[in-house]
């Protein structure tokens, strides 16, 4: 099997890639997805046949061009907003087949605004209620999922494109999936959660965060077409193909190491 170079390491040709920023515009230092609070996440990733990049500290084309999937974690205060030049670049790579997964939090619910909002998901907030969440639409996403969730969590709204597929016991939107067995026919595929604590090493194993991200990797493994037969929603949308991936970004795929003394998973001004 032909192997291409990726980040010091042999990786398959087709493996899904990861990336994510790297720690100048995340909230903590150990929440970059290659950081030390989602050391079980990536395991889950390369268990489902995936790899995680280095991080960047800016989305470029060319970032993006190495890797299928995008995952932002706790954006930082701060840095956490797309200029106007990374939200061109994000959304041509959606359109061209990325898959970007936001996991949004109590902060900065602009910066998580800047990603998604030119696809209808808009009006982040925080939410009064418990923290457990649960399915509430059959998707290979919550299959075996019926309970998820971590620490306090915010809420968006999202278009007629989008299916909600977890709730608040409150009935507020939890996590919302945008692909184009959902209506949604922009190219790529779109994930929105309303916490990113629940895949950091700290609340992983609670409820059933594991099966949920298990399921979320399987799921950016599974290039569209297959998606949408597993689904049984037919062929609709089916003739866009992916451009060639380039591959060999620099740096580590993974970072050993472990939380700054007393720092907690989601950073000392997250909550």
């Not at 494109?161 to 922009?186: H, K, Q, R, S, Y």
Request: proline share 4%; hydrophobic share 40%.
């Amino acid at each position: 099997m032909a192997t291409l170079l990726l980040s010091g390491a042999q990786v398959a040709k087709g493996s899904v890639v990861w990336g994510s920023f790297d720690d100048s515009r995340i909230n903590y230092a150990s929440g970059p997805l290659n950081g030390s609070a989602h050391v079980r996440l990536r395991g889950i990733i390369e268990a489902n046949g995936g790899v995680v990049a280095a991080g960047t500290p800016t989305l470029t084309t060319e970032y993006l061009e190495g890797v299928d999937v995008f995952y932002t974690s706790l954006l930082d205060w701060d840095t956490g907003v797309l200029s106007g030049t990374e939200q061109a670049a994000l959304q041509q790579w959606v359109a061209d087949g990325g898959t970007l997964i936001v996991t949004a939090d109590l902060q900065p619910m602009e910066g998580y605004e800047s990603f998604t909002s030119v696809y209808g998901v808009t009006d982040y907030h925080n939410v009064s209620s418990s923290d457990t969440c649960h399915s509430v639409a059959s998707h290979m996403i919550t299959a075996g999922a019926d309970t998820f969730g971590a620490a306090a969590h915010i809420s968006f709204l999202c278009g007629p494109d989008a299916l909600v597929v977890g709730a608040d016991l409150d009935g507020n939107n939890f996590i919302a999936v945008l692909e184009p067995g959902t209506g949604f026919d922009v190219g790529g595929r779109v994930l929105v959660l309303g916490d990113h604590n629940i895949f950091t090493d700290e609340y992983i194993n609670g409820f059933q965060n594991t099966t949920l991200a298990s399921n979320i990797a399987a799921w950016a493994a599974v290039p569209e077409p297959a998606t949408l037969a597993l689904l049984g929603l037919g062929t609709v949308g089916l003739l866009r193909r992916r451009r060639a991936r380039k591959r060999g970004l620099g740096g580590p795929a993974h970072v050993q190491g472990s939380r700054p003394d007393g720092a907690s998973p989601n950073g000392a001004s997250s909550r």
